[in-house]
């Protein structure tokens, strides 16, 4: 039994392998692989057997192969034998057929150059024809502009026909010329000098004729010789040069008068009035041109206003009136600039269509007349206009004594009030330009970014310690920077509307809130770092009376002192800034800072008054103990050398010692109660403030008398 495989041959050919026996330890078809390696061969085989077993089955495979090819030779023996029979003679018969083949070879050459030959000669009679053709279309052009030359000659210099300018004969004379320069553009080879100049001197003065004719219809009240002008311009192709005749005869000498210095000065109503007188001119000279040539008029082609008018009255201005482009009196150029945007929004309603403004600012000379206004310099004169009165103040030193009362309805801190003042500056009329947006929008984040900058140096810690009046002020001072921050995040929104209203189309107004939102977020943090910075001042003020809980042992040892009923002046002391605090400002902050303010500084107290009351309480203890084994001793000694101890009832006494954890008692609970005594401070938000009740409760805990002393 054989197996079938079809291993990829370029031939696609069958292969039969001699199935084998069943135990070879290796599968037979991988000898088929184009890929077969003896090395991968053996690797992937290396666990069917030992190196013994795959040769012993490698040659038992060997001679099953071996007799498959007998057995294969002798079933196709006959074809075999066939096949060499039938190649005996082979190449006596390819030698034979040989020499015809090369005969025929030959044959195909010669005919193949015999074509090539006639088409060559083919090729060179159509070339001769072609030139021919042109030269014959040539000669027919030159007796055409012979011809044409003539009858132009005869049209244009005629003796009768000289002086007279007739619409009719021109149109002829324009078909005639167009006919002319048609054919001369085929015959140029075979025209003469004299020819060529007589071409161009008649075509000089068609076009001379047709200037005249044109200014005369200029003023003719029928608008119809005006449009049978421009129909003939335009026949000849030469639109352009309408536009500069007009230019030329008719614009520049008024806009020679109209725009110079002189004018400017002598006119009463400065720059506008040049203006006006520009634009007067439109109505008076230019108007039946507008009608005619507007994109739906009835000649197209032409733009009197853009390269006539315009292109005339921007020269001037730039030659004639150039100190209307200095940007020195920035109040001055700022009026001269919106007039001239103004003058230009005029010019754009004559044209009156979307596609001859958009060719309008497209124009080479209203982009340079753009440039010439230097925007950019006007911009710096504004900048250190607005700028320095806000530099100077921020550079001075933090006023930390604020005069007059301070309000939480509106800015207290100079600085805040100046660069307020100085944004809406930025976008006032009489500053503010459309074309300056985004620079006077970088200048108005400048201003806010300075002013974080000084709220930054401001709230600066204090290198002195002075307490009393100057740390009242210092407070004073934070409260009103407090307020101010607040207040300034307010104008946020407002700040946004008064950009917003000017912002162009490029922007949208989310992107702006966006943009000038940010600051907002930095005042946020700054009114932070305040609030810390009031919390550390109340904190320094408190903290330097916990000193004399210290003093509180000295007190009582061994003087004799009564039991303490009253808390000691300390604890006024330390709480005197926080209530001093709550008085005076709770309506410059509010109930809910107010909170934070006082939850901040009672924890932070709190946390350093247990820390002292501990330390106090446990040296109390040391010395307590320190004398309860002195007494010990002293008593044993008294024992020993025959003395006899009363053991009767002894009237208990507070010691010196419990006096003290008494007072300490008394200290905390008055401090406890005035935290209490606030409902909108809880007792479980002060941090340690629990466990300082207990620290105190637990040390007069079992004294006999002072639990009740304490109540």
């Known amino acids: 039994m054989e197996e079938k495989v079809a291993p990829a041959t370029g031939g696609g050919e069958l292969f039969s392998l001699p199935a084998g026996p069943a135990t070879l330890c290796f599968d037979k078809n991988e000898f088929m692989k184009k890929t077969f390696s003896v090395d991968e061969f053996l690797h992937e085989n290396r666990n069917a057997g030992s190196l013994e077993i795959i040769r012993d089955d490698l040659g038992l495979y060997l001679k099953v192969l071996r007799s498959a090819m007998i057995e294969l030779i002798n079933q196709d023996y006959a074809d075999f034998v066939d096949l060499s029979a039938n190649l005996i003679g082979l190449d006596q018969q390819?030698?034979?057929?040989?020499?015809?083949?090369?005969?025929?070879?030959?044959?195909?050459?010669?005919?193949?150059?015999?074509?090539?030959?006639?088409?060559?000669?083919?090729?060179?009679?159509?070339?001769?024809?072609?030139?021919?053709?042109a030269h014959k279309k040539s000669l027919q052009s030159l007796a055409r502009v012979q011809a044409s030359l003539v009858k132009l000659e005869n049209m244009l210099r005629a003796r009768e026909r000289r002086d007279a300018i007739n619409a009719t004969l021109l149109e002829r004379a324009a078909l005639e010329s167009i006919q002319l320069q048609f054919n001369i553009e085929f015959c140029k080879t075979f025209l003469d000098t004299r020819q060529q100049q007589l071409a161009q001197e008649l075509w000089n003065e068609l076009l001379g004729r047709l200037q005249e004719y044109f200014l005369r219809a200029l003023d003719a009240p029928d608008a119809k010789e005006l449009e049978r002008c421009l129909r003939i311009y335009c026949t000849l192709d030469e639109c352009r040069t309408a536009e500069e005749v007009f230019r030329r005869d008719i614009v520049a000498p008024f806009m020679n008068r109209v725009i110079s210095e002189a004018s400017l000065q002598n006119s009463p109503q400065g720059l506008t009035g040049i203006y006006n007188q520009i634009l007067d001119f439109v109505s008076m000279r230019m108007k039946q041109l507008c009608q005619l040539t507007k994109r739906n008029g009835k000649v197209k082609g032409y733009s009197f206003v853009v390269n006539s008018f315009w292109a005339e009255v921007e020269r001037r201005m730039e030659t004639n009136m150039s100190s209307i482009f200095a940007p020195g009196n920035p109040d001055a150029f700022y009026q001269k600039y919106k007039c001239t945007l103004e003058f230009l929004e005029r010019i754009e309603q004559i044209l009156d269509d979307p596609e001859d403004v958009a060719v309008f600012k497209a124009h080479a000379q209203y982009r340079s007349f753009q440039v010439r206004w230097n925007l950019p310099v006007y911009f710096q004169i504004r900048f250190q206009e607005i700028g320095s009165a806000l530099e100077a103040i921020c550079s001075e030193p933090a006023d930390r004594q604020l005069a007059g009362s301070i309000s939480a309805s509106q800015f207290n801190v100079a600085q805040f009030s100046s660069a307020l003042t100085a944004i809406s500056r930025c976008w006032q009329e009489g500053i503010y330009l459309p074309q300056l947006f985004h620079r006077f929008l970088k200048l108005t984040l400048q201003i806010l970014a300075r002013l974080t900058v000084w709220c930054v140096g401001a709230?600066?810690?204090?290198?002195?310690?002075?307490?009393?009046?100057?740390?009242?002020?210092?407070?004073?001072f934070l409260v009103a920077l407090y307020s101010d921050l607040g207040n300034i995040v307010l104008k946020i929104p407002s700040i946004v509307n008064l950009a917003g209203d000017k912002c162009p189309a490029g922007l949208s107004r989310a992107e702006l809130e966006t943009v000038i939102g940010e600051s907002g977020d930095v005042f946020r943090s700054k009114q932070t770092l305040v609030q810390r910075s009031i919390v550390e001042e109340l904190i320094g003020g408190s903290l330097v009376q916990l000193r004399q809980v210290s003093d509180i042992p000295r007190l009582y040892r061994k003087t004799n002192r009564e039991l303490p009923s009253r808390c000691c002046p300390y604890v006024e002391q330390v709480l005197a800034p926080t209530d001093t605090f709550r008085r005076n400002y709770s309506t410059m902050i509010g109930p809910e800072a107010m909170r934070e303010f006082l939850c901040g500084v009672y924890s932070h107290v709190s946390v350093q008054y247990y820390r002292v009351i501990d330390e106090v309480l446990t040296s109390v203890q040391k010395t307590e103990e320190s004398l309860r084994r002195l007494k010990n001793l002293r008593d044993r000694s008294t024992t020993a050398s025959g003395g006899q101890v009363a053991t009767g009832d002894r009237t208990s006494v507070a010691s010196d010692d419990d006096k003290i954890r008494l007072q300490l008692h008394v200290d905390v609970m008055h401090f406890a109660r005035y935290i209490n005594e606030d409902p909108a401070i809880a007792q479980e938000q002060v941090s340690k403030l629990p466990d300082l009740i207990q620290l105190v409760e637990d040390a007069i805990k079992g004294r006999s008398g002072l639990g009740a002393q304490s109540n």
Not at 116 to 126: P, V
Not at 459 to 476: F, K, L, V
């Open 94 to 133: 390819i030698e034979a057929i040989g020499g015809p083949l090369e005969k025929l070879l030959a044959e195909i050459a010669q005919v193949k150059a015999a074509l090539e030959g006639s088409m060559h000669e083919i090729a060179n009679c159509l070339e001769q024809k072609k030139a021919l053709r």
């Open 459 to 476: 709230i600066g810690p204090t290198t002195d310690e002075a307490a009393g009046e100057q740390q009242s002020a210092r407070i004073r």
